[in-house]
């Protein structure tokens, strides 16, 4: 299952709303996760199962979808937000990865 | 207190194997609620899910590198092994070690990886 994420990259201002989109090769019902990634560390996990906040991220993160088109928001950007956003599918093997959101400041 | 860490060689020359080792505390690779990925990261570039084992022996892996690659575990020890053959230089990236979570939710079974190692770089190069 391939995972096609746009834009590839975004500049935006302090504030802004920011979406990203993932679009699977086929369905994946709900089993997509999005993670951020700064630089020269690992990937930390904001939102499984298309929509669920994982425990201590912001609420200004959410996350929209089913079957093969996703949506992760930011609704309103701040500093530590700029970062890389992957979403990946998790409905079956072999896992698969977006190409990554690289987030930067405008 | 959950961790994970990765522990291998640095740099690793060209036709060698490779052999990374991730060890975990605060679960047990035991738990049927739980598995372990190996992910790598070129340097740039995306990540790429690797191999998967569950807390049963179940393995799976990437289509483009199953030939080279196989995981392994030791429960006793708290470690996942994944050894990856015919080393290349396109093969040289940061290696992530991460546990997969299976948790029933209201939709059924949802899977995330929710714990990753701090990453082992690995360079291949004669």
């Known amino acids: 299952i391939q995972l096609t994420q746009s834009p590839s990259s975004l500049s935006a201002s302090v504030g802004d709303r920011v979406t990203i989109t993932c679009r699977a090769s086929?369905?994946?019902?709900?089993?997509l996760v999005w993670y951020q990634q700064k630089p020269g560390k690992a990937p930390k996990l904001l939102i499984f199962?298309?929509?669920t906040l994982q425990g201590g991220v912001p609420s200004r993160f959410s996350g929209s979808g089913s079957g093969t088109d996703f949506t992760l928001t930011i609704s309103s950007l701040q500093p530590e937000d700029f970062a890389t956003y992957y979403c990946?599918?998790?409905?079956?093997?072999?896992?698969?990865f977006g190409g990554g959101t690289k987030v930067e400041i405008k | 207190q959950v961790t994970l860490k990765e522990s291998g060689p640095v740099l690793v020359k060209p036709t060698e194997t490779l052999t990374l080792t991730c060890t975990v505390s605060?679960?047990?690779?035991?738990?049927?609620?739980?598995?372990v990925s190996w992910i790598r990261q070129p340097p740039g570039k995306a990540l790429e899910w690797l191999a998967h084992i569950s807390s049963t022996d179940e393995d799976s892996y990437s289509p483009s590198l199953k030939s080279r690659v196989t995981i392994s575990k030791d429960t006793s020890k708290s470690q996942v092994v994944l050894t990856m053959t015919n080393m290349d230089p396109v093969d040289t990236a940061t290696y992530f070690c991460a546990r997969m979570n299976l948790t029933k939710g209201r939709e059924g079974t949802a899977a995330f990886f929710d714990y990753w190692g701090q990453g082992s770089w690995v360079t291949v190069s004669s």
């Open positions: 086929q369905g994946i019902r709900n089993s």
């Open positions: 990946q599918q998790l409905n079956s093997y072999p896992l698969t």
């Open positions: 605060g679960f047990s690779l035991s738990n049927p609620y739980m598995g």
């Open positions: 199962a298309a929509s």
